[in-house]
């Protein structure tokens, strides 16, 4: 499901560059939350939403405790949810396969793996199908406007952490624009020998020698690191 890159995608971005995390992060968990609350509501009265959500059993673990956290849609999550463990309970009723499978999997003891079949979802979450599309038209109208756009420009240097790696590979992936993937380029760079300037002084105050001084900002350095490789946004 592709997206059109829009320019209200590309201000989402710069308002998400005010608070702390990647800020491609923050807007695609509010994409995440608009989708499944829209979702979760289609889903009592239409047969298409319905079967697309029991081939992909529902979301997937991040989405599903997403949707928990959405308000008014107890409903269509107990509706999604009785069907889903009735299906699969009627899966578990069905007699195991005997076969010992081939003479390796004989030899190392291991079970046959019919014993799992009907357990795996058939479809990828809807709600990372729908991510992907709506993260590369960003990242493509984010790159796009990068070069000519000096208030973007400099809302992403001033941005607390810029794009974390996940997203800094789609977008350099992505990128239309030369000019667009050397500025993002340098931007991480400089952010990640800063960071790893406040790392150094992190471990340095662990030092029994200097450990009586005070934490400065280098006191969550580590949390913004492995922030910055897997990505993830904080409602702050
Ligand atoms: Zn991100
Ligand atoms: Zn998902």
Same mark, same amino acid.
């Given at each position: &499901?592709?997206?059109?890159? /829009? ?5 989402? +971005?710069? !308002? ?18 608009r989708f499944v609350a829209a979702i979760l509501y ?23 405790? @997403? ?18 463990? $009735? ?5 578990? !009723? ?5 076969? =010992?499978? $081939?003479w390796w999997q004989a030899l190392g003891g291991r ?11 058939? /479809? ?18 984010? /790159?796009?406007?990068?070069?000519? $756009? ?19 590979? @789609? ?9 667009? +993937? ?5 931007? /991480?760079?400089? =952010? ?10 992190? +471990?340095?105050?662990?030092?029994? =020698?200097? $450990? ?16 910055? &490789? ?7």
């Amino acid at each position: &499901m592709s997206q059109t890159p /829009t320019p209200s995608m590309v201000y989402d +971005i710069l !308002e998400a560059c005010a608070h702390p995390g990647c800020p491609l992060c923050r807007v695609s968990r509010r994409w995440a939350e608009r989708f499944v609350a829209a979702i979760l509501y289609e889903e009592v009265t239409d047969p298409h939403t319905r079967g697309r959500l029991r081939d992909s059993f529902g979301f997937c673990r991040e989405h599903a405790w @997403q949707a928990t956290e959405v308000g008014g849609t107890l409903l269509g999550m107990s509706i999604i949810y009785r069907s889903l463990l $009735n299906h699969l309970a009627g899966e578990l !009723e069905k007699p195991v396969s005997t076969s =010992r499978g $081939n003479w390796w999997q004989a030899l190392g003891g291991r079970r046959d793996v019919d014993a799992a079949s009907g357990l795996f979802a058939a /479809t990828e979450c809807p709600a990372c199908i729908h991510l992907r599309g709506m993260e590369d038209a960003a990242l493509i109208a984010l /790159t796009d406007a990068l070069p000519d $756009n000096a208030s973007l420009r400099a809302g992403l240097a001033q941005s607390h952490s810029g794009l974390c790696l996940p997203h800094l590979r @789609q977008a350099l992936t992505l990128a239309r624009s030369d000019a667009a +993937i050397e500025i993002l380029r340098e931007d /991480t760079r400089r =952010r990640l020998r800063a960071l790893v300037g406040e790392l150094d002084e992190f +471990i340095r105050k662990y030092d029994h =020698r200097f $450990n009586k001084e005070a934490w400065g900002a280098e006191h969550d350095s580590w949390e913004r690191a492995v922030l910055w &490789m897997v990505g993830g946004a904080r409602e702050s």
